[in-house]
């Protein structure tokens, strides 16, 4: 028997979601510039550590940005903040996604480098709140989330461009239970926040270089919202006309990165959100491991850099958070120094990691104690930063 009660409850609260994301949408017609670092003093990067391994891996990265901005912060142009309150204990005990007082700190922020924070779920002991990150990428608009894998001897030098504040994501903790039996969830996708996301990756392209951009859905499935994504695709690509790109579906996209003898046809990839979060787990793995990569949260006023893994509470319960790999905040701290306008910098730093991570290797990572510590590596990553010959070293490896 149909329970039209429930229907009618159902209907109110989706009515409910409808408005909330139109709102949104007339939001997004009227956005704002990009901020212009260049003009900005100081610029504020605050460090937020997260949860599990997240402050031990964070503090490498921020001992290595200290030492590379050294100049800066003497000279009034860059200064650092340490925000504490984004943990666990803090975002349960206050039931909030991001406590208010440290949204507000953010936000005094021009950038962040986040260290991983816990994502409660439904029976973990903790309060089911939302993920602070999903969070915090909605509240500081953060649309573009910026993934780069790159494994030279395979030449591999991939870019995921994962759109981030929408799809299953936007209302991800607005889903209702119809009856007990009916449960749904609801995806949201925009013409405006597809075009903002295709737009950059497209632009990536051009400004790097690139000749091709892959857009990836399930378009022959989920006919609607990825229906919606390829329509703005075809839309944006067509201001783009040096630039091919193709279509492909999830499924066999994340086969396809498995072909090794391909894989490196592929260069700038534009997904919407959840198939981009799996995506690029997977790419994060092929270079060497989700510890080896670095995400970008990027906005047009504010912008978010960190690891793209979470806290890793299998290895603090296997008491083996030591040897967590640092190198996915240190990959993201070296995006972060370019997003500001230091991209020597940044250059810099991802070449003392390619180095250390793939070159080299003189400490390897393994995650557990025949590997190297976390603290060993930063230290490694940190001398090899401050060799006068690192471009050269570099170059031999590289091929350059
Ligand atoms: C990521 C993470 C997050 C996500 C989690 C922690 C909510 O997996 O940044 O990819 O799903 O986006
Ligand atoms: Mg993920």
Redesign the pocket.
């Given at each position: 028997m149909v329970n039209k009660q429930a229907i009618e409850a159902a209907k109110e609260h989706f009515g409910k979601v409808l408005e909330e994301q139109l709102e949104r949408v007339e939001r997004l017609k009227s956005e704002e510039d990009w901020t212009d670092f260049g003009s900005i003093s100081p610029i504020i990067i605050g460090i937020l550590g997260g949860d599990g391994i997240g402050p031990t891996i964070t503090a490498e990265a921020h001992h290595v940005l200290e030492y590379l901005l050294r100049e800066q912060v003497d000279s009034g142009k860059v200064e650092f903040r340490t925000i504490d309150g984004l943990t666990i204990e803090n975002r349960a005990a206050q039931l909030k996604a991001i406590p208010d007082d440290v949204l507000e700190e953010i936000k005094k922020c021009h950038v962040t480098l986040k260290g991983?924070?816990h994502?409660p779920e439904r029976g973990d002991g903790w309060p089911n709140i939302e993920?602070a990150?999903?969070a915090m990428?909605k509240a500081l608009d953060l649309f573009a989330?910026v993934r780069p894998v790159r494994i030279p001897k395979e030449k591999i030098d991939w870019i995921i461009f994962r759109e981030?504040t929408e799809d299953m994501?936007a209302v991800g903790n607005q889903g209702i239970n119809v009856t007990e039996d009916l449960a749904m969830d609801f995806r949201v996708i925009t013409s405006q926040g597809s075009r903002r996301i295709l737009e950059l990756a497209f632009d990536h392209a051009k400004r790097n270089g690139k000749t091709k951009v892959t857009v990836v859905t399930k378009a022959n499935v989920v006919k609607t919202t990825d229906g919606k994504f390829l329509d703005m695709a075809r839309e944006v690509s067509a201001n783009y006309p040096d630039i091919t790109w193709d279509s492909w579906y999830i499924d066999i996209m994340t086969a396809k990165l498995l072909d090794v003898e391909r894989r490196h046809e592929f260069q700038v990839m534009a997904l919407p959100?959840l198939y981009g979060?799996i995506l690029?787990?997977e790419a994060g793995q092929i270079q060497g491991g989700v510890g080896t990569a670095g995400?970008a949260n990027i906005g047009k006023v504010y912008s978010m850099f960190?690891a793209?893994?979470?806290t890793a509470p299998r290895m603090v319960k296997e008491n083996r958070a030591q040897y967590a790999d640092p190198s996915s905040v240190m990959r993201a701290g070296a995006m972060l120094l370019s997003h500001i306008g230091f991209e020597e910098l940044g250059a810099k730093l991802h070449k003392a990691l390619d180095v250390c991570g793939q070159y080299e290797r003189t400490l390897v990572m393994t995650g557990r104690s025949t590997g190297a510590t976390g603290t060993e590596f930063g230290e490694y990553v940190m001398a090899t930063v401050q060799e006068p010959d690192l471009e050269s070293r570099w170059a031999k490896y590289s091929g350059a």
């Open positions: 991983p924070t994502t993920s990150n999903v990428r989330n981030n994501y959100n979060d690029s787990d995400s960190e793209i893994h979470g």
